[in-house]
Every structure is written in structure tokens, then in C-alpha cells.
């Protein structure tokens, strides 16, 4: 068990966790809704410094809507000090905290003209863009991970379910993954476009591998705030996508507080 396991036991209680939520850009307002203990990042060892606008470094442990669950309320990027693992020691707590699955967030540019600003994607796989692995160096055999089915068919399946009955749509697609800082070229875009992406973000790619590594089920959803460079006449930036990112949080927030209720009733 990590020691930051260790200290979130000691605070929030022993009671298992049933999932972990990773909330990107302009989504930190969920973690404002659950009743629980709030820790710090720097009060965890081995957790980042999520050093990003737009990203609130705490954890959140608590109940919403009948279900125990962590909420990671800001992440660290690999863009930030060139490590694809910097999240290892948040994602292996939330396994030791009891999750058996995690629903990651972010905030992506789209391709596609059925999938506007302030709508959501449900992803169904993804493309390592970048070519990092947040398992390299990984001495176990275990690095060497089974990502076929790693954004899990019954967790997409129920959160669509979710939407649904939510009256929001919740297309499905495939999110690539760039490194960052610096946005995408018209040229990258056409180019990641044509193997086959949906949208484009400088996230949670990497936590996903480590997520599978530490055998959590693993569902995600993007929030568009932006088409992708060289879509539309948008002027691109941080602080665009910290402005739009809330135009879709509501339908994501709507969407999973449904889904929190079916599973605290099954």
C-alpha cells in the first residue's frame, strides 16, 4: 500500500472506495459537490504538484449520490517536467484505496463537425500519439499490458446508458494523444485525423496505461472545448479551453450522477 494510502485511511476512514473520478480543465467544480475529507496534494507523498490553471491539486474523498468514491481534482501532465508516469502514485492509490474502476476527464479539441464545443465524447480507444509510455523502465513483466478493451465495453455501455436517460448525447470516439505544451498544427491534425482520431488532448492516455497496469477498470470522457487546429476560425488557447471547458460540465456532471445512482443501486 502506498504511504499516501496510508495517510488518506488515516483521514477519510477505512471504508473501501468503489471508483476514482480524474477531473481535467474547468471541471474542478465537481469535487466542490461531494461530502467528504479534502487532502492537498502536497500532504500525499508521491502525488504531483498539479502545477496547471484550471486544475484544483486535491483529493476529495467522499459520497455522491449514495456511492463512496475519489475525485482526483487536478492531474499533472507529462508536458509539465517530460514524465509520462508522474500520475503512477495517485492511479496505484486509488486501486489501494479499493477502486475497482476509474472514470478519467479531460478537455480535447475535436474533428469532428457532429461533435461540437460543449458537447462530450465518450472515448473507445485511443492513439499514443506521442509514442511516451509511463511504463518504461517498469523491471516486471507486467509492463507489458493488454490494451485491447482498455476503456472497458460495460463501463462505456452503462455510462451511455446514463446519458441516455439524461436526454445528452454522448457520441463515442477515439482520442489521441499529443504531448504538449504547444498545441497541434493544422498539419498534425490532418495527419492524426486520418489514422483515425476523433479528438486530440495533451491527457490521460498515459493514465489509462497506468490504470490497466494496475488492473482498474478504465472508462473516459472528454469535454470539447475547441475544434482542432486548422477546424475553425477559434483563436486557441489555455484560457479558451478553461473558458468553454464549463459549457459542457454540466451535461458531464448530469451524466455522472446518473450513473453514480445506477451503481449505488445495483
Do not use: C, Q
Not at 12 to 25: D, K, R
Not at 94 to 113: C, E, P, Q
Not at 115 to 128: A, K, M, T
Not at 225 to 236: C, F, Q, R, W, Y
Request: net charge negative; aromatic share 6%.
Amino acid at each position: 500500500m502506498t504511504e499516501a494510502a496510508e495517510i488518506i485511511r488515516a483521514r477519510a476512514g477505512a471504508e473501501p472506495i468503489t471508483l476514482g473520478l480524474v477531473l481535467g480543465s474547468g471541471l474542478g467544480h465537481i469535487a466542490e459537490a461531494i461530502e467528504g475529507v479534502s487532502i492537498p496534494y502536497a500532504e500525499l507523498p508521491g502525488f504531483p504538484h498539479a502545477g496547471v490553471s484550471g486544475h484544483n491539486p486535491k483529493l476529495v474523498i467522499g459520497t455522491l449520490e449514495g456511492v463512496r468514491l475519489a475525485v482526483l481534482g487536478g492531474r499533472a501532465h507529462y508536458y509539465e517536467a517530460g514524465d509520462a508516469s508522474v500520475m503512477r502514485t495517485p492511479i496505484e492509490t486509488l486501486r489501494d484505496l479499493g477502486a475497482r474502476h476509474v472514470i478519467f476527464t479531460n478537455a480535447a479539441g475535436s474533428f469532428r463537425k457532429d461533435v461540437l464545443p460543449g458537447e462530450l465524447l465518450l472515448l473507445s480507444d485511443h492513439i499514443n500519439f506521442s509514442g511516451r509510455n509511463p511504463l518504461i523502465g517498469e523491471p516486471t513483466d507486467a509492463r507489458f499490458v493488454n490494451m485491447v478493451d482498455a476503456y472497458d465495453p460495460a463501463l462505456r455501455e452503462a455510462l451511455l446508458t446514463a446519458a441516455d436517460e439524461e436526454g445528452v448525447a454522448l457520441p463515442s470516439g477515439v482520442y489521441a494523444w499529443y504531448s504538449g505544451p504547444s498545441f497541434e498544427t493544422p498539419a498534425e491534425i490532418r495527419a492524426i485525423r486520418l489514422l483515425g482520431a476523433d479528438a486530440v488532448g495533451m491527457s490521460t492516455v498515459p493514465e489509462v496505461i497506468l490504470a490497466r497496469f494496475f488492473g482498474l477498470k478504465v472508462a473516459a470522457i472528454s469535454t470539447i472545448t475547441n475544434m482542432a487546429a486548422g477546424l475553425s476560425d477559434e483563436n486557441i488557447s489555455h484560457e479558451h479551453t478553461k473558458a468553454m471547458a464549463p459549457l459542457g460540465a454540466a451535461k458531464l456532471e448530469n451524466v455522472l450522477r446518473r450513473y453514480l445512482r445506477g451503481l449505488g443501486a445495483g
